[in-house]
């Protein structure tokens, strides 16, 4: 695998971000993939809801504050979702935020915003485009996916899917030139089938597409959902999911980002009442840093332009852990294998400072025996959200472990903390 030019060094380092799906779709309120899910056409949708997108309360100030109490680092907006419409002045369509109520492009101050407050600029780009009237319909995904052959065929005579490829790759041109520097593309997503049928790197010009991203931006880091098997891969993204390990590539450990939602969609939903906790936001976070990845966390603004209550309250929540925990993420990943994780619990290791973190999902009655390397090794230990030293101790309560001579035991307070998830900070000894 040739090496990538991506600037990666940041993302390991920052570890946690938001992902915004934003679009006409947020008016629908009943997922990002509601016109394929209820075969709206392209035209009744534009005809119905492009008129009605009017976002008066949008202030991404907010948002960034938001983001930014919650600990977060770096975002990805969706500047073009399957659906078609652009939040961005795009000078190759009129399907786009200046033509709505809004009358302006959405992008520009989004991104001033957060940068202002120090955040990488992610840009997530739909490689899938469902009203493009050019762009080859297919029985995969669309408004046409549940229509017969024949008429797709029909739609597909007066398409010319070249001119899709040009216009997908002149608004990449687009974002990477008027926006300053981009972090990080997130494009989304390539489908093919084991026959081989779907929509891949052809359907894309994916080569041509990165050799073009290289030209304009070498640094930006690019998502691995162009189906470029044979292309160095700057990060995987795997989806409503925590890999069981740090995910490889031959035999290499890839950097890598698992983006999740609070509830299970990514556009704004009403109706959705399967809203996660924030202590299970937090354990997923601390999950995927104790397996050296990052998480993505998404919000759906609603179609006025703000987080709905149950985000604010999610982020807020995080927030308030982040306040005394982030030392045991940022600039943190997988601890050295010696250290073996004990049940029910995650490490997390800062290599620059040398401490190893314990988050104990589960409290457990006092005494922890810490397996593998732990013993001699560490110097002093202490509850990350107050700094209060946690003991160790020898002696009798040992046999109860079994054969723990190798072992340290931590003794920790009868009461768990008030956090959502304790952490005991572990100072390694010097070498
Ligand atoms: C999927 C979905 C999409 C969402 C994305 C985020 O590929 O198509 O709606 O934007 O995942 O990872």
Redesign the pocket.
């Known amino acids: 695998m040739a090496a990538s030019q991506a600037d990666t060094s940041w993302f390991v380092q920052d570890r946690f971000g938001l ?1 915004l ?1 934003w679009g006409l779709y947020s008016l629908l309120a009943r ?3 509601v016109m394929n899910n209820e075969s709206i056409l392209p035209d009744d949708y534009r005809k119905k809801y492009l008129k009605r997108f009017d976002p008066d309360l949008y202030n991404p100030t907010v948002w960034a504050d938001a983001a930014a109490n919650a600990g977060m680092k770096y975002f990805v907006i ?1 500047t073009k ?2 659906e078609g419409f652009c939040l961005w002045d795009s000078k190759l369509t009129d399907f786009k935020a200046t033509n709505t109520p809004a009358s302006r492009d959405l992008i520009r101050p989004m991104i001033d915003a957060f940068r202002a407050k120090g955040f990488r600029t992610g840009l ?1 780009h ?1 490689l ?1 485009d469902w009203s493009h009237p050019q762009y080859e319909v297919d029985e995969f ?1 669309g408004p046409y996916a549940k229509k017969s052959q024949s008429e797709r065929d029909a739609l597909n005579v007066t398409r010319d899917h070249k001119k899709y490829i040009d216009y997908l790759h002149g608004q990449v041109r687009e974002l990477l030139t008027d926006y300053g520097q981009i972090d990080l593309l ?1 494009f ?2 390539s489908f093919k089938n084991k026959e081989g049928k779907g929509k891949g790197r052809e359907h894309w010009g994916s080569e041509e597409l990165v050799k073009m991203i290289r030209q304009l931006q070498p640094r930006v880091m690019v998502t691995d ?1 162009l189906d470029l098997a044979d292309q160095p891969v700057d990060f995987k ?1 795997p ?2 999911a925590t890999p069981r390990d740090w995910p490889t590539i031959d035999g290499q450990r890839v950097v890598w980002e698992s ?1 999740q939602t609070l509830s299970g969609s ?2 704004y939903h009403r109706d959705e009442s399967s809203w996660r906790s924030t202590t299970q936001l937090v354990q997923t976070l601390i999950d995927c840093v104790s397996k050296g990845g990052n998480f993505l966390l ?1 919000v759906g603004p609603t179609a006025r332009g703000e987080f709905d209550a149950r985000a604010l309250d999610r982020l807020q929540g995080i927030g308030k852990w982040m306040h005394h925990h982030s030392r045991s993420i940022y600039g943190c990943t997988q601890a050295p294998p010696e250290f073996i994780t004990p049940q029910d619990c995650r490490l997390t290791y800062n290599p620059v400072i040398r401490r190893l973190y314990l988050h104990l999902f589960a409290w457990p009655y006092k005494l922890v025996p810490l397996d593998g390397a732990f013993k001699g090794r560490v110097e002093y230990a202490q509850l990350l959200n107050d700094a209060s030293e946690v003991g160790q101790i020898d002696g009798w309560h040992s046999q109860h472990f079994g054969s723990v001579e190798n072992s340290m035991v931590l003794n920790l307070p009868q009461t768990k903390p008030d956090v959502a998830v304790p952490v005991v900070e572990l100072f390694l000894k010097d070498e």
């Open positions: 992902f799906h997922h990002e993939w969706t979702h399957h997530y739909s899938l995904n997130w989304d997503f959902r993204t989806e409503q983006c990514w556009g998404n």
